[in-house]
């Protein structure tokens, strides 16, 4: 075999060596790129999650009212009729108005359930819209009410829109029964909040936190604690 001869072989042999190391070489780029691809577009996922996550939770810790303290106001000799509640405003708590603020009231057993719920800027104790103007008294008998169920501890009504500041400690009443003009008495947890009975309170923030209260009711008498 002529010495020409074996320098051709041996020049296909390393062409043939380069273009299946530029193959591989390819492959391993493109490999490369589709799990750079993969990697970058789960951590931008990854990223937006915690991102949310984390204002999910700023809002939360900041956007929560805190019971302080729950009265008995009155009772109908057989079951609690109304009560009234002392609040503060979370720390750290931003643009939280009144209209922001909804309270569920759930009572019951395994057998019997009731629910009553409002928003305290719109709805009265006693579950009437609130009017603009006042044409009684200004309570459930005329049909009519016009302050907002929210108010200060020295007892100025606070307007739907007001804005409740970080550690703002205000009071709102709940009446159990529901005395609306079309519902007196007769509200969902009318009979169901006696001596012995337990009903749990929901503070519900809008684009907020949610703080859950339980509620023992050992005493009728006004001024009994029910916490």
Request: charged content about 20%; overall charge negative.
């Amino acid at each position: 075999m002529s010495e020409e001869y074996q320098t051709v072989e041996r020049n296909r042999e390393e062409g043939s060596i380069g273009i299946g190391a530029m193959i591989v070489f390819i492959a391993l780029i493109l490999v490369a790129a589709v799990a750079s691809t993969i990697i970058i577009k789960t951590a931008e996922e990854l990223q937006q999650n915690a991102e949310q996550t984390s204002s999910d939770t700023r809002k939360e810790i900041s956007g929560k009212i805190n019971i302080i303290q729950a009265l008995v106001n009155t009772s109908d000799g057989d079951d609690v009729d109304s009560m009234v509640f002392t609040a503060k405003v979370a720390s750290g708590s931003t643009n939280l108005l009144v209209n922001n603020i909804n309270w569920v009231l759930t009572c019951g057993d395994a057998t019997t359930y009731g629910m009553v719920a409002a928003n305290l800027g719109d709805d009265s104790p006693w579950g009437d819209e609130i009017a603009d103007t006042v044409t009684g008294s200004g309570d459930a008998a005329a049909g009519t009410w016009e302050d907002v169920n929210a108010e200060s501890l020295a007892g100025a009504h606070h307007d739907a829109s007001t804005e409740l500041g970080a550690g703002t400690v205000f009071k709102f009443d709940i009446n159990v029964d529901y005395d609306t003009t079309t519902t007196a008495g007769a509200g969902a947890c009318e009979d169901l909040s006696g001596v012995g009975q337990t009903l749990l309170l929901k503070i519900v923030v809008d684009d907020g936190g949610t703080t859950v209260t339980e509620l023992s009711i050992d005493s009728l008498t006004a001024g009994s604690t029910v916490i």
